[in-house]
């Protein structure tokens, strides 16, 4: 492992970024975008008020570490002096007892980043730690601003200097540049200007602060400890700590908390709530609440409405483990059928397998799952996944069940069709990647070479939600409830790179 020091922070790349598990999952990624997911934006995390904040922190990442696999970082404080660490890599990859150890203080703020803009590099690594006339500041960020090019091109042309491609740093400096007082007042300037998605968990020397966009694409909720408070993406970053959940931090608000308590602001005003409904179909744990949902019973639920809408003459039905179990589940639940572990997941491949090299790349889904032969052999199966993006994954998943002898394969899907592509936090594949942006459901069921398919009905989807007018659905009819404008992708800062 090599480290180095700037300005407070230290960084560790273990070893040549490449060779890291990370490094390797980023490295197929770039390569022409071949992933067959969507992909997480962020998780963040913060603790204030508890002996070793950076060790409670630590634990929350590790929690939310299926948010994201790139990088990972902690900033603490003890009141005065604030340090940080971050790095490629995973959680315990990154944040090693001994740099634990050098973080100390009773708050802290960590982030787990998969890339939605910029590249994986260590300097876009987070939390951002910055230096101002105020002081010192921290953020992380989960989401993505759609008017970043436009407001990074103005600020260099006014001559600022940026140390990274990524949106968040423009965050930092609209604050720098704001003329209020205090950070609140500086923070709410700042965040007027931006527009898109953002969940940010910020601090300052002595100030934990949470703030979610007018619309609260992203999930960010409270947690009490103790005495003390917590931020966090999901909720299941406050059980491994201990921590009680309080509620969803709400569109437009910023949650100030130090030593006076919690204070909350309506700091922006709400246009609308749009929270992303993947998280509830795909991103989030099942065992975490996301914008006052329990995930595992809104999972559920789309499988018991996918059974009501779509059933099968089959013997058994099966998930795409982990993301589709509860779903799986409750479309056996819905239609009578019992419930099998027809596929076994290998869990130390990630979210993501990389081939080594190219020639075995049709590997990939085998060395991620496994059929059971003697479940499969001779029986007709209901597969259920969360989603179809290109396709691709499935049409090899399905190839190896029918290979271990299934005798008809009926495959049900726990959300409609993704025609449009994500411009708030969530890497997709362009529009004409999507394969229901340009087939039929009839026509992928014979790409997919299945017996029968059926998506879950839009209709269906709102239903399995308390509140169905409080979400984005962008990606399943592209009503994009923010403009996105001509925001320029994943990859739109760096061309501002010299
Ligand atoms: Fe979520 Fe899709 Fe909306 Fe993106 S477009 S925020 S993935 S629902």
């Known amino acids: 492992m090599t480290e180095r020091e700037t300005e407070g922070v230290t960084e560790s790349v273990a070893g040549r970024v490449a060779n890291t598990s990370a490094g390797r999952m980023r490295a197929a990624d770039s390569e022409a975008g071949k992933n067959d997911r969507f992909r997480d934006g962020c998780g963040i995390f913060g603790v204030y008020g508890a002996r070793r904040a950076a060790e409670l922190v630590y634990f929350g990442l590790y929690a939310l570490q299926h ?14 002096c604030v340090k940080g660490h971050k790095g490629l890599g995973l959680v315990s990859d990154v944040l090693t007892a001994e740099v634990l150890t050098g973080l100390p ?55 600022s200097i940026f140390q ?5 740093e423009i965050i930092a400096h609209l604050i720098a540049h704001s003329r209020g007082r205090w950070i609140e007042k500086k ?40 005495n003390g408070w917590c931020l966090a993406s999901e909720t299941c970053a406050l059980d491994i700590i201990g921590a009680k959940y309080v509620r969803p931090v709400k ?16 700091a922006l005003k709400s246009s609308g709530k749009a929270h992303c409904i993947f998280e509830l179909i795909y991103f ?9 949902e329990s995930v595992d019973k809104v999972r559920r639920k789309l499988g018991r409405t996918l059974a009501e809408e779509a059933p099968a003459h089959a013997d058994f039905v099966m998930a795409v483990p982990d993301s589709s179990n509860s779903a799986a589940l409750g479309f056996a639940e819905g239609s009578g059928l019992p419930f099998e572990l027809g596929l076994i997941r290998n869990h130390y491949v990630g979210r993501t397998f990389i081939d ?75 529009r004409t990647k999507l394969i229901a942006s340009s087939h039929s459901v009839r026509q992928i069921a014979e790409f997919l070479e299945v017996d ?21 659905y962008a990606c399943f009819g592209e009503c994009y409830p923010e403009p996105v404008g001509n925001g320029g992708g994943k990859m739109a800062l760096e061309g501002n790179r010299r």
Request: aromatic share 4%; hydrophobic share 35%; charged share 25%.
């Open 67 to 80: 948010r994201g696999q790139e990088s990972a970082g902690i900033v603490s404080s003890d009141g005065t």
């Open 251 to 266: 569109a437009g608000e910023m949650v100030i908390i130090d030593e006076g308590g919690m204070r909350c602001v309506q």
């Open 164 to 168: 990274t491609t990524m949106d968040t």
């Open 452 to 472: 029968t398919l059926a998506y879950l009905s839009m209709r269906g989807l709102r239903s399995c939600v308390s509140r169905p007018d409080d979400y984005c």
């Open 284 to 292: 989030s744990r099942p065992d975490s609440t996301v914008f006052g």
């Open 356 to 430: 080594p090299v190219q020639r075995v790349r049709d590997q990939a889904v085998r060395v991620k799952f496994n059929p059971v032969r003697d479940i499969l052999r001779g029986r007709r199966v209901v597969i259920v996944d969360d989603s179809i993006v290109r396709g691709t994954t499935s049409k090899k998943l399905i190839r190896l069940i029918r290979k271990a002898g299934a005798r008809e394969i009926h495959f049900r899907v726990g959300s409609p069709p993704i025609v449009g592509s994500c411009f708030y936090g969530i890497d997709t594949p362009s």
């Open 187 to 226: 923070l709410k300037d700042a965040l007027s200007e931006v527009k898109g998605a953002f969940a940010l968990v910020m601090m300052t020397e002595n100030k934990l602060i949470g703030a979610c966009d007018p619309r609260s694409f992203r999930p960010l909720c409270v947690g009490k400890l103790g």
């Open 105 to 159: 203080g009773h708050l802290a703020i960590g982030h787990n980043r998969y890339s939605t803009t910029g590249r994986t590099t260590l300097e876009n690594a987070q939390p951002l730690l910055v230096n101002y006339q105020g002081g010192k500041l921290a953020i992380g960020h989960n989401g993505n601003l759609v008017n970043a090019r436009e407001l990074r091109g103005k600020m260099e042309a006014g001559g």
